[in-house]
């Protein structure tokens, strides 16, 4: 879902790249039973807003404080190929861009990786 208007930030492409590459990577990788994820971009008071949209099986809530942290990996994911720095990688750089990520997700019902880029 993106708009008809370019939405211009000044980013480093490669590094861009890789953190769309992290965020859509985990769609997949949790994607729910109907096979969607949605990418979307649009502007916003801060810039402009990127997210990954998924309808897996969503973060535990207890989870969901720790899921940026390096090496951090859910109980949920035990066994699953990863070394926990992905979602750590997309936050520093949305930090080095000087953005944000964050995260919604209910159990159950999929998740939602949002990145701010200022103009």
């Known amino acids: 879902e993106l708009p008809d208007e370019e939405l211009p930030v000044y980013a480093d492409p490669d590094m861009m790249q890789r953190a769309l590459h992290n965020l859509l990577g985990n ?63 997309v936050r520093w750089i949305a930090q080095v861009h000087k953005g944000w990520v964050q995260a919604e997700s209910v159990e159950g019902h999929g998740s939602v990786f949002t990145v701010y880029l200022p103009f």
């Open 27 to 89: 769609a997949m990788h949790h994607i729910g039973p109907d096979g969607i994820f949605i990418l979307r971009a649009s502007r916003c008071t801060e810039g402009v807003r990127v997210e990954v949209e998924d309808h897996g099986p969503g973060i535990a809530a207890a989870d969901l404080p720790y899921i940026f942290d390096r090496y951090y990996r859910s109980r949920s994911d035990a066994g699953k190929q990863g070394t926990g720095l992905g979602l750590s990688m």
